[in-house]
């Protein structure tokens, strides 16, 4: 192990690698010795801030990020980012901060996890104005709706190149899919049987398989009630 010379001064809860940069998020003031709020870059040999000499970064709450190109795409309880009004995306590309457009959701969105499958970026969008979720393919400079649910997506992750949704919902457009969803390019979305009962908070990719987290979680004896 070997320690980068003089890192963030305080928290770090999360990094993110390209092939030029390391990017840390957290909760620090400094990173270095320069001033850098909450976001630094690291480049192998110095610490920075992002957005600018004091870090004009994202004010607000980043939940979280995923490498893109040469930056990184941040999702979160934010409104700005650098000189940019935003709706809780935002990406850096080494020079500035870009906004994709989430116009298609009104009343101020805010946004959840992140998870890439193939090319494509997907995100939970939540209405702060109703508290309706939604979840949106992010292409280039757009995101758009991407599941038809019935309840709310509470996470997203990816396993063997799938995405997988937890939450409360029951249907994810014509497909039967209570608690966990999995969509792929390849077979659209689809529930990994057996089926379960009980609250699916997350699901993780493990080597061995798919670790899913809840409350009172059992086996669904395979059933499919009306819609």
Same mark, same amino acid.
């Given at each position: 192990w070997q320690p980068t010379p003089g890192g963030p001064k305080g928290s770090v809860r999360r990094l993110v690698a390209?092939? /030029?940069?390391?990017?840390?998020?957290? =909760?620090?003031?400094m990173a270095g010795t320069k001033q850098a709020q909450d976001l630094a870059q690291w480049d192998g040999d110095t610490w920075t801030a992002v957005g600018g000499p004091c870090g004009d970064?994202?004010?607000?709450?980043?939940? *979280?990020?995923? $490498?893109? +190109?040469?930056?990184?795409?941040? =999702?979160? /309880?934010?409104? $700005?980012? *650098?000189?940019?009004?935003v709706d809780g995306l935002a990406r850096w590309q080494g020079? /500035?901060?870009t906004r994709p457009d989430v116009s298609a959701y009104p009343s101020g969105?805010?946004?959840? $996890?992140?998870?890439? !499958?193939g090319s494509d970026v997907f995100t939970i969008?939540?209405?702060?104005?109703? +508290?309706?979720?939604? !979840?949106?393919? !992010?292409? +280039?400079?757009?995101?758009?709706?991407f599941a038809n649910l019935d309840g709310a997506p509470t996470s997203? =992750? !990816?396993?063997?190149g799938t995405l997988v949704m937890t939450g409360d919902f029951r249907w994810v457009g014509q497909s039967y899919a209570p608690k966990l969803a999995i969509w $792929?390019?390849?077979? *659209?979305w689809r529930n990994p049987e057996p089926r379960l009962l009980g609250r699916v908070h997350n699901a993780i990719s493990t080597p061995r398989g798919l670790l899913?987290?809840?409350d009172e979680i059992q086996p669904h004896d395979g059933s499919i009630p009306a819609a």
């Open positions: 390209t092939t /030029e940069r390391m990017f840390a998020l957290g =909760s620090f003031h970064g994202i004010r607000g709450t980043i939940s *979280g990020m995923l $490498s893109d +190109g040469n930056g990184f795409l941040a =999702s979160g /309880e934010f409104w $700005s980012a *650098g000189d940019l009004t020079a /500035e901060w969105p805010t946004a959840g $996890s992140l998870a890439r !499958v969008l939540v209405n702060s104005a109703t +508290g309706i979720r939604g !979840v949106y393919r !992010v292409r +280039g400079e757009s995101a758009t709706e997203l =992750s !990816v396993h063997r $792929s390019p390849q077979n *659209g899913v987290l809840g």
